[in-house]
Nanobody
Framework: QVQLVESGGGLVQPGGSLRLSCAAS????????IGWFRQAPGKEREAVSC????????HYVDSVKGRFTVSRDKAKNTVYLQMNSLKPEDTGVYYC??????????????WGQGTQVTVSS
């Protein structure tokens, strides 16, 4: 079965850290672009980061640059999103997908269950 499963979310105080995991089964993650997205309550889903399938370059939305880091463990077929210096505005459900376009993922209907991140004191 081909699927991505996100995990690692939780409740953290402002300034804290979390590491999210995106584990793939049924296919090899390294062959695909990988996007991390998040959706805050009442807001549209936004792209947080993207690993390009073309050259492996990693891009971040401005609001997380310098705080979030994406890495890939090919042996574990898993991509990680290390989130440091978390802010309340980082709160939301985080998703990973084999595309850097939320429109493409939505068209395919391939969003996973996501993992909840709550940043609050």
């Amino acid at each position: 079965q081909v699927q991505l499963v996100e995990s690692g979310g939780g409740l953290v105080q402002p300034g804290g850290s979390l590491r999210l995991s995106c584990a793939a089964s049924g296919f090899t993650l390294a062959n695909y672009a990988i996007g991390w997205f998040r959706q805050a309550p009442g807001k549209e889903r936004e792209a947080v980061s993207c690993i390009s399938s073309r050259d492996g370059s990693i891009h971040y939305v401005d609001s997380v640059k310098g705080r979030f880091t994406v890495s890939r463990d090919k042996a574990k077929n898993t991509v990680y999103l290390q989130m440091n210096s978390l802010k309340p505005e980082d709160t939301g459900v985080y998703y990973c997908a084999t595309s850097c376009s939320s429109a493409v993922v939505s068209a395919k209907g391939s969003w996973g269950q996501g993992t909840q991140v709550t940043v609050s004191s």
